[in-house]
């Protein structure tokens, strides 16, 4: 498979798989959609309350003028009594009368006087659904709702179903105009975000008190559900259409953290410090906030907020037909914007490279996010740019691992081709000393693996660790043949002379280091190469081969840790092979003598530590030098 190639199949791949979970919607991510949504909802600017709903709070000052909560019900009868007074259409009283007041007398009683404040009208009253234990049959009151369901045959129930109600006292119950149930559970991570507005119990749907309350304020009388797909249904409401999901949960448009509605205080309404009409065309919530009385909720904007304006809050965006929705297909766009932009940034990334694909990338992800939150804040429809940014980032990291991975060959293509080049190199000088002198050639061939079993042991020592490296043991026993070629430049009648050679003639073949080091520096010249390590080493072992580490060597006389290390490796190898095998001088010696020679010369001829690495080696030494005895 090409690079190319393989770059866009590691780009589509998993394009395609996130799509796939996009449509799955597995259960492992939901918190991770929920933090998108949450971080959303606190990016936009929220809208502000329409000015029709208020909320009249039961608060500590009411408690320190009134007395501690619950009140009794006829105080709670004149409260309702004068909120109405003051002009509200329609009541939502937040809390439940389960238990009789006993605080009352024969010819005085409190919940007699509330249920006659209820039967004036105009006030809906809360009750809570039960979920838990065998269905009872209890309801509260018929629906005041006519609700029609339009559902394909076969669809799953587009309501929760309760088993039970908590209701008020049935006297009450039956004086009030209407009731909404208050329940409102929060998401898995205890945030809430939705509130249900249709709740199903028996063979009867009921509404929240939320829409039951905006529902006697505006005079609605029926309502359809219309179900859409599995995770969608609308509800319409005096003609607006409202966007719910599967199970007719509003997600809810909070308009701020708390108290972003009007709050009054229950004591200014009871002692008569609100001034006339306040409430005129006004919902009004009646709830209480006072501490160890309210019920706290934490939503994506705040974390401790009450009850009360949950309920006010529902009722605001009915009232303002201003909603939160998930469109109908959501899931379905969610999934081609995970197709469409992770087939664009595959392409983007082949085209432009790993460092430009990666900003164009990074760039879809800011606009994908900003239009989300903006088709958010204009128009209310929720579309997650989880999936999508998911699948770009799946594609991108793919991507680029697939580039590195190219990359990474190509390197590994181009150092075997150096180092193959090398190894011709080598092998092209070294015939070339062959051709001049055959003994020559083979004591190249012997020295090579002489030097890299010197060089792995030396390696051990903490001072030569650093720089004998795996590759730059393997780059020195490379080389080592090459430590002779400046024997190609030595006349033959020197090269091959038998016998001892004059004073002038031993000057002349102790020349042949400096004639393999111009060798090596005319091909850097006429390649342009500067500060190439091969050649670096190469010229180490060529030029410092014959120095001595007492300073007596030659060409330059280098003394101790002046000498490079391949030139202090290779006077070990170079004198044992020589010692250890015929040539025109003199005999060879045995591996006993040659190992005793190198012990004499240490600390003179030869550096101490490269010495005691060779005699842990010399048995090596002596099997290598019978390959080519």
């Known amino acids: 498979m090409t690079p190319r190639r393989l770059v866009l199949l590691c780009g589509i791949l998993p394009t395609l798989a996130v799509a796939l979970v996009s449509l799955a919607r597995p259960a492992a991510f939901t918190h991770f959609e929920y933090g998108v949504y949450d971080r959303l909802t606190r990016a936009i600017r929220a809208h502000a309350p329409g000015g029709h709903v208020a909320i009249v709070d039961v608060d500590e000052r009411s408690l320190a003028a009134i007395g501690q909560w619950p009140w009794r019900r006829d105080v709670v009868a004149t409260l309702l009594s004068k909120i109405r007074e003051l002009g509200a259409p329609t009541i939502g009283v937040d809390v439940i009368f389960a238990e009789s007041d006993r605080r009352g007398g024969e010819d005085d009683q409190p919940d007699a006087a509330l249920a006659r404040t209820l039967r004036e009208g105009r006030v809906v009253l809360g009750y809570a659904m039960r979920f838990d234990g065998e269905p009872d049959g209890q309801t509260c009151a018929p629906p005041p709702l006519g609700l029609s369901i339009a559902q394909a045959d076969g669809g799953d129930e587009p309501v929760f179903g309760a088993t039970g109600a908590i209701c008020s006292l049935p006297e009450l119950t039956a004086a009030a105009g209407a009731q ?32 039951a309350t905006v529902a006697a304020m505006t005079g609605t009388k029926n309502v359809t559900l219309r179900v859409e797909n599995g995770n969608a249904t609308t509800l319409a409401l005096n003609g607006r259409d409202v966007p719910l999901d599967g199970k007719s949960n509003l997600l809810v448009r909070y308009r701020g953290k708390k108290q972003a509605f009007r709050y009054v205080s229950a004591a200014d309404v009871m002692q008569n410090r609100v001034p006339p009409g306040a409430f005129a065309d006004t919902l009004v919530m009646v709830g209480t906030t006072a501490l160890g009385t309210r019920e706290v909720v934490a939503t994506p904007l705040d974390t401790l907020f009450v009850g009360v304006e949950v309920q006010a809050t529902v009722a605001d965006n009915l009232l303002q037909r201003d909603f939160f929705g998930r469109p109908p297909h959501a899931v379905v766009i969610e999934t081609l914007l995970v197709l469409l932009l992770g087939m664009a940034a595959t392409l983007v990334v082949r085209r432009l490279g790993g460092t430009w694909g990666s900003g164009a990338v990074l760039a879809a992800v800011v606009a994908l996010w900003s239009g989300c939150g903006a088709l958010l804040s204009s128009t209310g429809a929720f579309v997650s740019p989880f999936y999508p940014t998911m699948g770009l980032g799946a594609s991108l990291a793919a991507m680029t691992v697939a580039g590195l991975v190219v990359e990474r060959r190509r390197a590994d293509r181009a150092g075997a081709e150096k180092e193959g080049s090398q190894r011709l190199m080598v092998q092209t000088l070294l015939s070339l000393t062959g051709i001049r002198d055959a003994e020559t050639g083979r004591h190249s061939r012997r020295t090579q693996r002489y030097a890299r079993v010197l060089a792995q042991e030396l390696a051990r020592h903490p001072l030569f660790r650093d720089y004998l490296t795996p590759a730059r043991v393997e780059l020195v026993a490379s080389l080592a043949p090459l430590h002779d070629i400046g024997k190609v430049g030595v006349p033959d009648a020197v090269l091959n002379k038998p016998g001892d050679l004059t004073p002038e003639e031993r000057a002349e073949m102790r020349r042949h280091p400096e004639y393999g080091r111009d060798v090596i520096l005319k091909a850097e010249r006429e390649a342009g190469i500067h500060d190439d390590l091969t050649l670096s080493v190469a010229k180490d072992i060529v030029y410092t081969h014959h120095e001595k580490w007492d300073g007596t060597g030659y060409p330059q006389g280098l003394r101790g840790a002046e000498i490079p290390i391949p030139g202090r490796l290779m006077a070990v190898v170079d004198v044992y092979d020589a010692v250890r095998t015929r040539n025109l001088y003199k005999a060879p010696v045995s591996q006993h003598e040659a190992v005793a020679l190198i012990i004499r010369g240490k600390g003179t001829h030869f550096d101490p530590a490269v010495v005691d690495a060779f005699l842990r080696v010399s048995p090596i030494f002596d099997e290598l030098s019978a390959l080519e005895s």
Request: glycine share 10%.
């Open 180 to 211: 909404g149930f208050l329940n409102a559970a929060p998401d898995s991570d205890g945030i809430l975000r939705r509130v249900p507005l249709l709740l199903r119990l028996g063979d009867s749907t009921y509404p929240s008190l939320a829409l």
